[in-house]
């Protein structure tokens, strides 16, 4: 029975960490003893700040195995989705401004579940082929 995982980067946590750093910093350097600067830099900081624990907490964002996917929901909880549940997982691929963003979308009829290729550590593309290799293995 395959088991399948895919996981946020690391450098990721590690980029948001330091982001949330710079902005103590710079309103360090430069606030001035202005609240308002102090109060966005440091709401921003904070708001980085737990974006990268949660990656640090859950950082396996998606799971299949022959029962179905497991996803991420919400800040850090889990689902489970049965393959019966699934109807479709595609790709949504669109490029503005000559960049290119693709998503993977798991549709479980009353949900639909969104992973970008920095949540899942690769291409959305192989993702999307393993799932289905998976899911039609099981489902036969």
């Known amino acids: 029975m395959p088991y399948l995982e895919w996981r946020v980067r690391p450098v990721l946590p590690v980029t948001k960490l330091l982001g949330a750093a710079a902005l103590v910093v710079l ?5 001035d003893g202005d609240p308002v600067r ?3 830099a440091l709401a921003a900081a904070a708001g980085l700040t737990l974006w990268a624990v949660r990656d640090l907490i859950r950082p396996v964002r998606l799971t299949a195995d022959a029962a179905g996917v ?3 929901s919400g800040f850090a909880a889990r689902r489970h989705l049965p393959w019966a549940r699934i109807e479709r997982v ?3 691929s669109r490029t503005r401004r000559g960049l290119r963003n693709e998503l993977l979308e798991i549709d479980a009829g009353e949900s639909l579940h969104l992973f970008s290729a920095h949540e899942l550590g690769t291409d959305p593309q192989n993702v999307a082929a393993a ?3 998976l899911a039609q293995r ?3």
């Open 27 to 31: 309103v360090v350097a430069f606030g």
């Open 38 to 40: 102090w109060a966005l």
């Open 70 to 72: 497991t996803v991420v």
């Open 90 to 92: 595609r790709v949504d």
């Open 131 to 133: 799932l289905t290799e």
């Open 138 to 140: 099981e489902r036969s």
